[in-house]
């Protein structure tokens, strides 16, 4: 049974539940946000004053009062889109053809309807969806999932105002802007083709949207004909913008760099000013008409003159890779970028970064190199090759590409093997006379590497593996085509347990622990398992995604896992392990 062990999360101010059992105990230690591309989908604010943000696969909420304390709900699958109830109890996720509901007060998933070509969703001002698709217009009433179908007109874009009286509905080369409840028709712009909507945004009121098209930005207001606020051709309209309907019959254009403010009748540009660092989209207006956008990686709160401003907090870095250098400090990979600690640049334009041991590598324009402390020592290995893998003690490196494969000691600083052949991983054994060869399609092969015969893998036959890792002990953590592990022991054929996880696995520098990145029905964790047997040790909290990576510290006493807290705006999380 598992024993619930809390910890404050430092300066996030959430606590995080972590498991522990059998004698091991995983405890939270930090979790740094790092600089770095973020994964910022959608942006939507309710009636309570919350902040609702789309990042990757889990819906982050925080309270503008005190953002320091969010709380995040995983979902079935990346959110490209949300829509908040009137009454701030519901919202609803838009996915890749699907919709995910939830109670925000339980933080939990209630529900998922798969909605082939799904074009968007609103809650209306009675608590029921509006949903668009290529069957049409239909409501849902909730909570008992019933549907009605309204239009067969297929819809290519539906966005419902944040007080559920009006939506923006695109059919064909028809914009309208309609009342939510009755579907009349308010105001409305066709184009010659098809010319689906883009961007909709509407005022703080609800009574105006701007939508932009192919054709440009247009003006849908109650009671009134579309007009034209921006054309296609005019420079305003390169790169990144969003077009924002304020109450006073002007329209705020936010560019990167620059905003200006248009009349939303004719168009005429009344002001123009210089803003270093604004970012063009995403940005929305409350409905007290205060402006969110993003200025670098940080969301700020402003008035729509840009007075006021306030920073509301600074969006999280996505890493792809990481590891522990040889002095035991934690390396990053963020958009190319390698990191130290502190978040201080090491090197630029960095595919991949490994870490085993006491050791460092990385992939950078193809070649191979050694970290040392905060130089990078070139090796020989594969000619501009494209991924790169460590044995369990680091001493070796492989690295491979579409044509061949190269096998690099650490100590000689030489290639001792290369070979041909278009592998989709390499893993080479402990003590560097094998290497395991898993192709994009057909069998995997271990190769000796002195004679370089290849022979079957030592496993079952009939399941398809697509990468192993391997103990300093000789267990075998073999991983299936369906994310799951097998785990062999020394001499065994056949496995002695299958294990829930396995993306990415990685074994002590003892060799007494496996930690595996697990999916569960709560979100991502990393669990531990007794290399033994299988059996589970301990887990971690719910993390915000898939970890990029697992790093081990060289006592074995510490995991660095490459994914911030479910309930948080860390890059990576660090924690303790206690035997």
């Excluded at 809390?6 to 995983?26: E, Y």
């Excluded at 908040?84 to 109670?103: H, I, N």
Aim: charged share 15%; aromatic share 4%; glycine share 14%.
């Amino acid at each position: 049974m598992l024993r619930p062990a809390l910890r404050r999360a430092g300066s996030l101010g959430v606590a995080l539940t972590l498991g522990a059992a059998g004698g091991v105990t995983l405890t939270f230690r930090e979790s740094p946000s790092l600089p770095g591309p973020g994964a910022l989908q959608a942006v939507a604010w309710d009636t309570a004053g919350r902040l609702h943000l789309c990042l990757g696969a889990r819906l982050l909420s925080v309270n503008a009062a005190s953002p320091v304390r969010p709380s995040g709900v995983a979902l079935p699958g990346p959110c490209q889109g949300v829509t908040v109830s009137v009454d701030a109890r519901q919202a609803a996720v838009l996915g890749d053809g699907r919709l995910d509901l939830l109670d925000l007060s339980t933080r939990s998933v209630t529900g998922t309807l798969p909605i082939p070509g799904l074009s968007g969703a609103g809650f209306t001002a009675d608590g029921t969806l509006l949903i668009g698709s290529p069957a049409g217009l239909e409501r849902i009433t909730l909570p008992g999932l019933t549907r009605a179908a309204l239009d067969r007109t297929p819809v290519t874009t539906l966005v419902v105002a944040p007080d559920g009286m009006r939506a923006v509905v695109g059919r064909g080369e028809r914009t309208q802007l309609i009342d939510a409840g009755t579907l009349r028709v308010l105001s409305g712009s066709s184009c010659d083709a098809a010319c689906p909507p883009g961007a909709v945004h509407f005022s703080a009121d609800g009574r105006s949207a701007t939508v932009q098209t192919a054709q440009g930005v247009t003006a849908l207001r109650d009671g009134y004909p579309a007009t034209t606020v921006l054309r296609a051709a005019d420079p305003e309209l390169a790169g990144p913008t969003s077009a924002l309907p304020l109450r006073d019959n002007t329209a705020l254009i936010l560019r990167d760099g620059e905003t200006q403010v248009r009349d939303l009748q004719t168009g005429h540009r009344e002001t123009r000013r210089v803003v270093p660092g604004l970012r063009g989209a995403p940005a929305i207006l409350t409905g007290a008409e205060d402006l969110l956008t993003l200025t670098g990686l940080s969301l700020n709160l402003s008035r729509p003159d840009l007075s006021g401003a306030q920073p509301l907090l600074t969006l999280p870095g996505v890493v792809s890779g990481g590891a522990v250098g040889s002095d035991g400090t934690l390396l990053t990979l963020t958009g190319g970028a390698l990191r130290g600690p502190d978040g201080r640049g090491l090197a630029s334009g960095v595919q991949e970064v490994a870490g085993a041991g006491r050791a460092a590598f990385t992939l950078r324009a193809g070649a191979l190199a050694e970290v040392q402390g905060a130089a990078l020592r070139p090796l020989p290995g594969q000619r501009a090759a494209d991924h790169l893998s460590l044995n369990h003690w680091g001493n070796h490196a492989a690295t491979w590409n579409g044509q061949g494969f190269s096998v690099t000691a650490q100590k000689t600083g030489r290639v001792i093997v290369s070979a041909p052949g278009a592998y989709a991983r390499v893993t080479v054994s402990p003590d560097a006379t094998r290497a395991y060869l898993f192709p994009a399609s057909g069998d995997p092969r271990v190769m000796l590497l002195a004679s370089r015969k290849t022979f079957a893998l030592p496993a079952q036959p009939g399941v398809l593996y697509r990468d192993v890792q391997i103990s300093g002990k000789g267990v075998f953590a073999y991983l299936r085509a369906d994310g799951r592990t097998d785990l062999y022991l020394p001499g065994q054929r056949q496995p002695v347990a299958t294990l829930g996880g396995g993306a990415p696995a990685r074994f002590s520098p003892d060799s007494t622990l496996l930690a595996l990145g697990t999916s569960t029905s709560g979100g991502w964790v990393v669990t531990l398992h007794d290399p033994a047997s299988g059996r589970e040790l301990a887990r971690s909290a719910p993390l915000d995604g898939p970890p990029a990576f697992l790093a081990w510290s060289a006592d074995s006493r510490s995991l660095h896992v490459g994914a911030g807290p479910l309930d948080g705006l860390g890059s990576v999380t660090t924690l303790t392990v206690t035997p």
